[in-house]
């Protein structure tokens, strides 16, 4: 009788205690890998731009640990999220309370409320600063992934023991689980954390910078609307490419001096002389009527009140429509480097002047062959005009085949009419006759103006197909782009 009691009693107690170890499994197996409260909504958004986010991110990070997919996530809410809150540690899978420990620390940095001050409620701009600041978090704990990855496999390896313990066991491993958790969150050092979020506000700030310079169409200090995928791209190519960079920073500079060339050129009167009318309009008064008022000022005083006074009759003149713009841009090999910046810059910021006057826009790139062709007949997008930019400079010279495909471009399309064209290349190449002569007759019948730019050298051959030439002798400066700009605007 004995025996059996105790037998019991052992049953008993082994399923009390399996139902505890159940019940414990189940709370550490709950515990969840994100550290910021969010809801479906949030889930919803963020499932926008997930895959990008985690792909770029990938792109930077040699060694892939378990925490970036779920930082990724929880920096993407603390930049959107007007008021982040962060879970309770006890729902937290041990091995991601890092993630907690290094966002509070981005969060109390001052920079960081500078950033989120673009952020906020902004999906997009959340999605580029993520993105930075993600990497730049790597760049400054990427000498201790090691010992970030040790801890997580330990934390991972004791907690696959779990369900094959004693009690006594259990409660000593996930004594050793929390210690191996303590230690990965005294990893990161809030120095390291401010140092990344600093150098991500600046590298930030540049994208801002390179986006709006690259939203022709929009008025100053409005938004660039692009789409998310389209923005995290082009921040990861501004980031990485310092041609591109300087390429954005020159096309900045050109922009600002062809809206101030634009300004300072005479404007011709937009009213002309109609007519003689009668009215009250005394300050279009016939030199007649001037004398009345000093000679016979009660007449003057009797035909002002019943309006009969005699006066110039102004009409508003209509705008004189201004032709489309096409660039035929020369980029050899003799181009490259800093004359292929500058001219790109200058071919670049004629869109402004597309834009301003609604006017279409082309773009042939060239050396022994064509290179690129390109039209807009609207602002074009700012992953265009960075697919202009990353043209390269390389190959021989000709002349025949981009005007060729200029006069295919305005025999195609219809609105490239009374077209201005831009020619600019740094050497010359022979032409044949018989082509030169249909190249001028056609730009006599369709009414074309042709501007060539040659950067060095001597214009003999440019001359023969261009309406003008600039000669810059070498020049490649503001002062050659301020010429060039007053022949267009």
Known sequence: MITIRLK??????????????????????????????????????????????????????????????????????????????????????????????VLEKVMNTDTFNELKETTVLDDVNSAIATVILTEKLYEELKNKLKEIKEHT????????????????????TVQQIEQHAE????????????????????????????????????????????????AIKLAVELKNSQHVKKMIELLGRMRNLLKSTAKAKPRKSKLELHNVAMGREVERLLPSEILK????????????????????DLKRREKEAKGPIVIALDLSGSMAGEKEQWAKAVSLATIDLA????????????DAKI??????????????????????????????????????IIEQEREFTKADVLFISDGECNIQQ?????????????????VGVLISGIPIVMRQFCNEVLALNGRVDANAAEAIFQKLV
Do not use: C
């Open 434 to 450: 018989e082509f030169l002569e249909k190249f001028n007759e056609f730009k006599k019948q369709r009414n074309i103006s042709v």
């Open 153 to 172: 496999e330990k934390i991972q390896q004791l907690r696959n023991q779990l369900p094959n313990k004693s009690k006594h066991e259990f409660k000593k």
């Open 183 to 230: 230690a990965l969150q005294s990893i990161v050092t809030q120095g390291a954390v401010s140092v990344a979020v600093r150098k991500a506000q600046q590298e930030f700030e540049e994208v801002q910078n390179a986006i709006a310079v690259l939203g022709f169409g929009n008025e100053p200090g409005q938004p660039i609307q692009v789409d998310p995928e389209t």
């Open 293 to 312: 008022l000093r000679k016979y000022r009660p007449i003057f005083h009797k035909d002002y009140y019943e309006g009969r006074l005699m006066h110039y």
């Open 355 to 366: 834009v301003k006057d609604k006017r279409p826009w082309a773009f042939v790139a060239f």
């Open 8 to 101: 019991k009693r052992e049953l008993a107690f082994a399923g009390e205690f399996m139902a505890k170890l159940l019940e414990s499994l189940l709370k550490i197996y709950e515990k969840v890998p994100y550290t910021v409260k969010r809801d479906s909504l949030d889930d919803l958004l963020f499932d926008r731009h997930k895959d990008k986010l985690t792909e770029k991110v990938k792109e930077k990070v040699e060694e892939f640990i378990p925490q970036f997919p779920p930082l990724i996530a929880d920096t993407f809410s603390i930049f959107y999220k007007p008021n982040p809150q962060f879970l309770d540690d006890s729902q937290i899978a041990p091995e991601f309370r890092i993630n907690k420990r």
């Open 371 to 408: 290179k690129d062709v390109k039209v807009f007949k609207k602002p074009p997008k700012p992953e265009e005009v960075l697919e202009i930019m990353k043209i390269g400079a390389s190959g021989g010279t000709s002349y025949e085949l981009p005007l060729r495909e200029v006069m295919k």
